[in-house]
């Protein structure tokens, strides 16, 4: 007897074939989707950082790292080259002005010194002998000159006698002659004696004049030695702090060569290091600040160094108004540079996203909150915590700000909460 076969109505063919479809459909839609839209991805709320667009005061500045210095620094170099004999305080000392810090010895110089006071003293002892000397010589001459002088006044008397009793016709002619010779003789005699004493007198004072002059050279050399030997102890030009000290005994130092330095504590100021990218906006007077104990102090820039060494250059910045108490020597600060004045700006935090679009994108988050689409956006000035928005954001917009390290070429992100 036949048997009626009820046909199914899902067979495996039948559902594999609609299986197979709805594969097609889903390949079709899926590529449809990823080529002709935007690629996007999943992106869980609670680990990226959304921020909301502000506008308010903004200054340019940047970060910068200064280190405390005294304001001035003397260093300490060795006048006269030598070993080091004695150490009389040690680094960080505080000094007095002309206290003896160190001592060096110096042979060659010492036996210098003593050639030089025994030349002094030969010198002193020739002058001596020469002013002796002339003093004697002019003695003698005097005693000459008496001599002349009373056979002068001898022959004028015998002289004017012999003339009266000539004109009387008691005497000869001849005896008369004589005494008038004798006294044109002693006349001629005592000028020329005169003239000599008075040759060798100024002979004698222009050769004491003279030793004299080379006797006070000489001690003015002497003197000079005296302090170049001097110079051996090393003593604090000024009041303040020995730091740096570079000296050991035994050591061999050379002339000009540092030993240290004496820092002046009157007051401080800060070396900061800056980026050669801003060496054409530094110039003297630009302000920064910095916080030190919870409160915040303002500096400003009273020098520049424009010489670059490692992409880098210094300047030198005082404080304005109080100094931080309990402030150090070699101690870091972290500074804000202002390189401009304070102005209103639309303001976006800083954040990772830097790195990835160099600040020509970013994802900027629709309404809804859902998802942050990929727009173009310009920036310029920066400070430490903000970028200023010059375009295609507006007050109240959220964007990422988060990085974009993971997020490849998307053009947008869903944002859901896991």
């Given at each position: 007897?036949?048997?009626?076969?009820?046909?199914?109505?899902?067979?495996?063919?039948?559902?594999?074939?609609?299986?197979?479809v709805a594969g097609i459909i889903f390949?079709?839609?899926?590529?449809?989707?990823?080529?002709?839209?935007?690629?996007?991805?999943?992106?869980?709320?609670?680990?990226?950082?959304?921020?909301?667009?502000?506008?308010?005061?903004?200054?340019?500045?940047?970060?910068?790292?200064?280190?405390?210095?005294?304001?001035?620094?003397?260093?300490?170099?060795?006048?006269?080259?030598?070993?080091?004999?004695?150490?009389?305080?040690?680094?960080?000392?505080?000094?007095?002005?002309?206290?003896?810090?160190?001592?060096?010895?110096?042979?060659?110089?010492?036996?210098?010194?003593?050639?030089?006071?025994?030349?002094?003293?030969?010198?002193?002892?020739?002058?001596?002998?020469?002013?002796?000397?002339?003093?004697?010589?002019?003695?003698?001459?005097?005693?000459?000159?008496?001599?002349?002088?009373?056979?002068?006044?001898?022959?004028?008397?015998?002289?004017?006698?012999?003339?009266?009793?000539?004109?009387?016709?008691?005497?000869?002619?001849?005896?008369?002659?004589?005494?008038?010779?004798?006294?044109?003789?002693?006349?001629?005699?005592?000028?020329?004696?005169?003239?000599?004493?008075?040759?060798?007198?100024?002979?004698?004072?222009?050769?004491?004049?003279?030793?004299?002059?080379?006797?006070?050279?000489?001690?003015?050399?002497?003197?000079?030695?005296?302090?170049?030997?001097?110079?051996?102890?090393?003593?604090?030009?000024?009041?303040?702090?020995?730091?740096?000290?570079?000296?050991?005994?035994?050591?061999?130092?050379?002339?000009?060569?540092?030993?240290?330095?004496?820092?002046?504590?009157s007051g401080y100021k800060v070396r900061?290091?800056?980026?050669?990218?801003?060496?054409?906006?530094?110039?003297?007077?630009?302000?920064?600040?910095?916080?030190?104990?919870?409160?915040?102090?303002?500096?400003?820039?009273?020098?520049?160094?424009?010489?670059?060494?490692?992409?880098?250059?210094?300047?030198?910045?005082?404080?304005?108004?109080?100094?931080?108490?309990?402030?150090?020597?070699?101690?870091?600060?972290?500074?804000?540079?202002?390189?401009?004045?304070?102005?209103?700006?639309?303001?976006?935090?800083?954040?990772?996203?830097?790195?990835?679009?160099?600040?020509?994108?970013?994802?900027?988050?629709?309404?809804?909150?859902?998802?942050?689409?990929?727009?173009?956006?310009?920036?310029?000035?920066?400070?430490?915590?903000?970028?200023?928005?010059?375009?295609?954001?507006?007050?109240?917009?959220?964007?990422?700000?988060?990085?974009?390290?993971?997020?490849?070429?998307?053009?947008?992100?869903?944002?859901?909460?896991?």
């Amino acid at each position: 007897m036949d048997r009626v076969v009820v046909k199914k109505k899902w067979s495996t063919k039948r559902i594999l074939s609609i299986a197979g479809v709805a594969g097609i459909i889903f390949l079709i839609a899926g590529s449809y989707y990823f080529t002709s839209g935007k690629s996007r991805l999943n992106v869980d709320t609670e680990r990226i950082t959304i921020t909301e667009i502000t506008k308010g005061p903004f200054q340019e500045n940047i970060p910068v790292n200064g280190i405390v210095l005294p304001v001035t620094t003397i260093y300490l170099d060795a006048i006269e080259g030598g070993r080091v004999e004695e150490l009389y305080v040690e680094d960080g000392a505080i000094m007095k002005k002309d206290q003896p810090i160190l001592r060096l010895a110096n042979t060659d110089l010492e036996l210098s010194l003593s050639n030089q006071e025994t030349a002094v003293f030969d010198v002193l002892t020739q002058m001596q002998n020469t002013r002796n000397n002339a003093e004697q010589n002019t003695i003698r001459q005097l005693n000459q000159m008496a001599e002349v002088d009373n056979a002068m006044a001898e022959a004028e008397r015998i002289y004017k006698l012999n003339k009266k009793l000539y004109d009387q016709k008691v005497i000869g002619s001849q005896e008369f002659r004589s005494s008038e010779n004798t006294y044109q003789y002693q006349a001629r005699r005592k000028k020329l004696t005169e003239e000599t004493l008075r040759n060798d007198s100024a002979s004698g004072k222009l050769q004491i004049s003279q030793m004299g002059q080379s006797y006070s050279r000489m001690q003015n050399a002497l003197g000079l030695m005296r302090r170049k030997v001097g110079d051996l102890i090393v003593r604090a030009p000024v009041d303040g702090q020995l730091t740096s000290l570079d000296a050991e005994v035994g050591q061999s130092k050379n002339k000009g060569q540092t030993l240290g330095q004496l820092d002046v504590l009157s007051g401080y100021k800060v070396r900061a290091d800056i980026d050669e990218h801003y060496i054409s906006r530094i110039f003297i007077g630009l302000t920064g600040s910095f916080d030190f104990a919870g409160k915040s102090y303002k500096l400003k820039i009273k020098k520049v160094y424009t010489q670059v060494s490692n992409g880098r250059f210094q300047v030198d910045m005082e404080f304005v108004g109080d100094t931080p108490q309990g402030i150090r020597r070699g101690q870091t600060l972290q500074i804000r540079l202002a390189l401009s004045d304070e102005t209103q700006a639309i303001l976006l935090a800083k954040g990772g996203f830097y790195q990835k679009t160099g600040g020509n994108w970013i994802f900027k988050v629709t309404e809804s909150g859902k998802t942050a689409y990929k727009t173009d956006i310009q920036l310029g000035r920066q400070s430490p915590d903000y970028y200023e928005v010059l375009q295609g954001l507006n007050p109240g917009d959220k964007v990422v700000t988060s990085s974009y390290e993971n997020y490849g070429d998307m053009q947008e992100l869903v944002l859901k909460k896991e």
